[in-house]
């Protein structure tokens, strides 16, 4: 599904914001706080149907303003549909498919978006949770029926964590045969979606650096038996603090770059270059499953150094996918169109970048 046109109405600083034919390489440029990340974020909206961050949508409402609305034409072999997105502080959300209301799970269906900006790195750096979220909801949008496993998982941990605090322990034996069993099928998808992820990424990784140092992923948590022992032996610690210390709550994933855990590996600059490859391995996957996503691609250009740059956007392009880039300024990245932003609305369409 190609995004061929779009508009956008009140949605942060930006008041209306046409831009009537989008081709496939689209780079957005403009000085600081020109709506460059909010443009990113209604497109996003438009094809996630949830806020990139946090859970309301009111601060997304330009001030001022009582609702927005996000607007696309889009291509689907060929047949061409309209979607809409709006959201009224009185009426809240509705989403529109050819002008008529439709459920978010309708207006979803085959329209994937994938962000990837300055913070994406600190989802992979910053904590092994912020990493579980962002390998779950990889799996969620690959495989939608693994998100029942996960609620599951979730209910049964929070009886087990509620027993913890009675310290009743004969009904927290019979309760850990279900969560071992509800564990174990979690861990086991996840550890799936990380082997078929490797040699994606692997392969991401070497295109991004050519003469790099090796990668290698790895997930492998307790399960069955191996969890089963662990909670045995956390069990007098775990009624202490109440809570459960083992299971895919408390996971991490294993990323090493020559052998050393990519965190005391690597600067910032590599690590911006690592979470991208985790994003163009997750990306390979989904095109291998014929569904190419819309890229948001923010301020790819900070932190990296030119080589870096380059073979990003090389490796962006050759994706195949339809991209939306944003950059302080043009001329870094070949073949994009170009349309500059300032203080929230379009001033120019400069045509296709020479440079
Ligand atoms: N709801 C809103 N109404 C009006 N302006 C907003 C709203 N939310 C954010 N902004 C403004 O948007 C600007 C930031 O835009 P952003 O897209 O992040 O800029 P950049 O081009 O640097 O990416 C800030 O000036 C901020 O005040
Ligand atoms: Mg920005």
Not at 5 to 19: G, W
Not at 329 to 341: E, I, K, P, W
Request: proline share 5%.
């Amino acid at each position: 599904m190609l995004l061929s046109a779009v508009e956008v109405h009140d949605f942060r600083n930006l008041q209306k914001v046409v831009i009537p034919t989008l081709p496939r390489l689209t780079m957005v440029v403009g000085p600081n706080g020109s709506g460059k990340t909010n443009l990113l974020e209604a497109l996003y909206a438009l094809r996630m149907g949830r806020p990139m961050s946090g859970t309301s949508w009111r601060p997304a409402i330009r001030r001022g303003a009582t609702s927005f609305l996000i607007r696309s034409r889009e291509n689907d072999s060929g047949a061409i549909h309209s979607y809409g997105l709006a959201y009224d502080l009185m009426r809240g959300r509705r989403s529109t498919l050819d002008g008529n209301a439709i459920d978010m799970k309708t207006f979803l269906t085959g329209r994937p978006a994938l962000f990837f900006g300055p913070d994406s790195t600190d989802s992979l750096m910053s904590s092994p949770s912020r990493r579980r979220a962002l390998v779950d909801s990889m799996i969620f949008a690959l495989w939608p029926g693994h998100y029942d496993l996960a609620l599951r998982y979730g209910q049964i941990l929070r009886r087990r964590n509620a027993l913890l605090k009675t310290g009743e322990l004969r009904p927290l034996e019979a309760l850990d045969t279900l969560f071992i069993q509800a564990a174990s099928r979690f861990e086991d998808v996840r550890a799936s979606f990380i082997q078929r992820l490797a040699p994606h990424m692997k392969a991401a990784w070497k295109a991004l650096r050519p003469s790099g140092a090796s990668l290698t992923l790895e997930y492998s948590p307790p399960r069955g038996e191996a969890l089963k022992k662990k909670l045995e032996a956390s069990l007098e610690k775990d009624l202490k603090r109440r809570h459960t210390s083992a299971g895919p709550h408390r996971s991490d994933v294993s990323i090493k770059v020559d052998g050393v855990p990519f965190r005391s590996a690597l600067s910032r600059g590599e690590a911006k270059v690592l979470v991208l490859a985790l994003n163009l391995a997750f990306v390979s996957m989904l095109s291998s499953g014929g569904v190419m996503p819309l890229m948001l691609v923010d301020d790819l250009a900070s932190e990296l150094d030119e080589q870096s740059r380059e073979l990003a956007w090389r490796a962006i392009v050759a994706t195949g996918c339809q991209v939306v880039l944003t950059s302080l300024d043009d001329g870094l990245f070949d073949g994009a169109r170009v349309f500059t932003l300032d203080g929230g609305a379009l001033v120019s369409d400069g045509g296709l970048d020479s440079d």
